[in-house]
C-alpha cells in the first residue's frame, strides 16, 4: 500500500508563512506527479498545486499563484508546499496525493479523480 504523510500545519496569522511537508513510502515515487488539495470545513475539495514527476512543470490555482511554491527532493520521497502571504481564506486541511495517469510526462492533472493516493491530511489555520 503507497502511504502518504503529510506534515508541517499549524496555526499562523494572516501574512505569515508555513512549509507542508509530503513523505511517501512509494518505491518508485520519482516517476509519478504530486499534488496539493485542501478542503474548509463544510465544502468541497479543491486543487491547490500540482508538480510533475521530474519538477520540471507545476501549476497553481489562481488564489495561490504568487503566494505558494511546490517542490520536491525525489531523493527523499518528498513533495513541499511552501506557503507565503498566507490569508484567513487559506484555512483548510491540506491534502498531498499522487498522479499516476501523468508519470514520467511534462503534465500534471488538476481534477480529484486523476490521484489514487491520498495521505491523511495536516491542518492549516490561518488567523486574522
Known amino acids: 500500500q503507497v502511504q502518504l504523510v503529510e506534515s508541517g500545519g499549524g496555526l499562523v496569522q494572516a501574512g505569515g508563512s508555513l512549509r507542508l511537508s509530503c513523505v511517501t513510502s512509494?518505491?518508485?515515487?520519482?516517476?509519478?506527479?504530486m499534488g496539493w488539495f485542501r478542503q474548509a470545513p463544510g465544502k468541497e475539495r479543491e486543487f491547490v498545486t500540482a508538480i510533475n514527476w521530474s519538477g520540471s512543470s507545476t501549476y497553481y490555482t489562481d488564489s495561490v499563484k504568487g503566494r505558494f511554491t511546490i517542490s520536491r527532493d525525489n531523493s527523499k520521497n518528498t513533495v513541499y508546499l511552501q506557503m507565503n502571504r498566507l490569508k484567513p481564506e487559506d484555512t483548510a486541511v491540506y491534502y498531498c496525493?499522487?498522479?499516476?495517469?501523468?508519470?514520467?510526462?511534462?503534465?500534471?492533472?488538476?481534477?480529484?479523480?486523476?490521484?489514487?493516493?491520498w495521505g491523511q491530511g495536516t491542518q492549516v489555520t490561518v488567523s486574522s
Open positions: 512509494a518505491r518508485t515515487f520519482s516517476r509519478y506527479a
Open positions: 496525493a499522487r498522479d499516476p495517469t501523468t508519470a514520467y510526462s511534462n503534465s500534471v492533472s488538476t481534477t480529484r479523480e486523476a490521484y489514487d493516493s
